[in-house]
């Protein structure tokens, strides 16, 4: 028996190609919940929201033989869904709002773009809620997951008990794990991608 | 309308893939700025049903995946459990193996770590946090509004908080790996480094003086208004200044506090006023006066654009103790440094940009021939060079 879980999406860009379902169910379990909320928030409606994902996962499925990625998965992902998205904008009711906005955008920002698009695919998007979470379990949250420090080194450091040091770490991952509906593999995946 | 048609050809142009990196770069951070401007999307949404939901229908919109999204039972699902544990303490061991094995710099490369960015946030004194934008480099703080140093506004914050033109204090806070520029309300600029924090008020008027407090380190540019000294209280010591260039680095997990001159003069008084006789000292260019605890101060002659390097991007090291640079490390690539030879009093010298990876950093160090660098997830391991 294959654990799908286990690979790395290197892994499962080959398989997918080859035409392994399992490989495309499980790009799908990994990925869905945080493009899904992205898309809900840049368009700010459900069922459209849902349409993005679904045409992007669709279109990754009908040419799965062909896929080649020069960018990373959850990059390309990004990406499709982004383009997506901004074709919906393109052709949707409130079009004109979003072109007259990009239209000052074009004449005020013509500095500083590089800056800004370096931040382009989902590692900003889980980013985003570490930052909403209460300070004190952020900061101990970021010293666990990204310094990797061990409970006891966090609470040296901060003056805390081991105890309270793990309290708060799992409830930073049960915010994440509620927020992104996903297992606790795929989470651990998706915080190794973190910068 | 100039502007939407420009606009609907650039997007059409984007989509269709013809665009060039400016134009895609101006689409692409249009796209995140509407991102940001957006407020959170609340929803009591099932999201387990809505993957169902999508699942089902990528499955009719392209019938060859399997339909099933959830196929294997309790067993299995424990039973993969176990099998992915031992995978992954095999994996653990396996590099662990690696790691003792052989330790080059071309490994290095996939266990990188990136450099700081410009990141920082803003406590009012209502208590409330604002994230600073990653993709702004600094704030402008006028009396009654706060604005990004491009001229575009700080979300919802400006009228809301500082409308009056009462003085409000502010906290700017730099987390490890990020730093930020802040224009004061007098016109002043304050680079603040790493891991730093200055609190400063929403306006200097109605006050003798032009007081701000820092912990950390940070560049100061100060307009000159002689008749408001600017004044920087930090750990131990007050600077008063009149207008002129310095930077100030004093972080509680350093000793010293370090008050260097790149241009015109400063006062560094001690606030532990016992110490008559030495209670105060006047800097000029290229001189450092450095406070040892609370009650010692001496003054020697530094390289002051060599200290004050970080601010245009650069590390640079003219005999500095490995412990000193570490330290700058440890702030800048938020990593934990575990010194394995008893080595931080060594001097080196070398100089690289702060943008380049750590590993450039550590090249460059060990370039010297005279230590040796293993990265272990956020820890840099240092050895005596053999």
Redesign the interface.
């Known amino acids: ?1 294959i ?1 799908y ?2 690979h790395t999406d290197q892994e499962l860009i080959t398989l997918l190609r080859k ?1 392994d ?2 490989a ?2 499980e790009i ?2 990994r990925y ?2 945080v493009l ?1 909320l ?1 898309a ?3 368009l ?1 409606q ?1 069922d459209q929201a ?1 349409d993005v ?2 045409e992007v ?2 279109a990754m ?2 040419k799965h033989t062909q896929i080649e990625l020069t960018i990373s998965l959850n990059a390309y992902l990004y990406k499709a869904v ?2 997506t ?3 919906i ?2 052709h949707g009711k409130v079009k ?1 709002n ?20 370096r ?2 695919d989902l590692k900003r998007l889980i980013e985003r809620e570490i ?1 909403n979470m209460p ?1 004190k379990m952020r900061e101990i949250f970021e010293m666990s997951r ?4 061990s409970h006891a080194e966090i609470g040296a450091r901060l003056g805390i008990s081991d105890l309270t040091v793990k309290k708060q770490v799992s409830k930073a991952v049960t915010i994440l794990r509620k927020k ?2 996903i297992p606790l ?1 795929t989470l651990i995946i998706l915080l190794r991608i973190l ?1 | 309308m ?3 048609e ?3 050809a ?3 142009r ?2 269709e893939d013809r665009c060039d990196a ?1 134009d ?12 940001e401007r ?1 407020a ?2 609340n ?1 009591s ?1 099932d ?2 049903l ?2 169902e ?3 089902s ?2 499955v009719e ?2 019938p ?3 339909r099933q ?1 959830f196929t294997f039972n309790r067993i ?1 699902a424990a ?2 459990l176990i ?2 544990l031992g ?2 303490f095999w994996f653990y061991k396996f590099q662990q193996e690696q790691n003792i094995k052989d330790f080059t710099l071309s490994q290095l490369k996939s266990n990188d770590i ?1 450099p700081g960015r ?1 990141r920082a946030t803003l406590t009012l004194d209502d208590g409330k ?1 604002i ?1 600073l934008s ?4 600094g704030v402008i703080i006028d009396a009654n509004k706060l604005t990004y140093n ?3 506004a700080i979300v919802k914050t400006a009228g809301q908080s500082l409308e009056e033109a009462e003085k409000r204090w502010l906290t700017a806070n730099t987390p490890r790996g990020g730093q930020y520029q802040f224009i004061l309300p007098d016109g002043s600029k304050v680079w603040l480094n790493a891991a730093s924090k200055l609190k400063f008020p929403s306006t200097f008027s109605g006050a003798a003086n032009r007081e701000v407090e820092l912990s950390g380190e940070a560049y100061f540019e100060i307009s000159k208004d002689k008749k408001h000294p600017f004044i920087v209280l930090s750990r131990g010591q007050e600077v008063e200044v009149l207008g002129t260039h310095f930077n100030i680095n004093s972080y509680n997990d350093e000793g010293d506090t370090k008050t260097t001159v790149l241009e015109g003069s400063v006062r560094v008084t001690l606030m532990d006023a016992r110490n008559n006789g030495t209670s105060n000292v006047t800097l000029k260019i290229n001189q450092q006066a450095v406070l040892t605890g609370y009650a010692h101060l001496a003054v020697k002659e530094v390289d002051a654009a060599e200290i004050a390097s970080w601010k245009n991007g650069k590390f640079i090291f003219n005999s500095e103790a490995l412990g000193s640079i570490m330290k700058q490390a440890e702030r800048w690539y ?3 440094p575990v010194f394995q030879d008893d080595i931080k009093d060594l001097k080196l010298t070398g100089a690289i940009s702060r943008y380049e990876n750590i590993s450039g950093l550590i090249k460059t160090l060990e370039a010297t021939g005279e230590v040796n660098f293993k990265i272990q ?3 840099i391991l240092i050895k005596k060079a053999k």
């Open positions: 028996m654990i879980s286990a035409g379902h399992n495309f169910t799908y379990k869905w919940s899904y992205h809900r928030h840049m700010r459900e849902r994902i679904q996962f669709a499925w009908n982004r383009n998205i901004l074709n904008i393109r004109e979003y072109l007259a906005d990009l239209g000052d955008f074009i004449d005020q920002e013509k500095v500083e773009t590089d800056e800004l698009v931040y382009n930052l300070p990204k310094e990797g420090l992104f509906k593999a910068p | 100039r502007n939407k420009e606009a609907e650039l997007l059409q984007y989509l400016e895609s770069a101006i689409v692409e951070s249009w796209y995140n700025k509407r991102g957006n959170v999307f929803s949404e999201l387990m809505t993957q939901l999508i699942w229908n990528i919109q392209a060859a995946p399997k999204l299995v039973a993969s099998l992915m995978v992954a990136a410009n946090v994230d990653d993709a702004k480099t491009d001229g575009t938020n990593v934990v997830g956020n820890r």
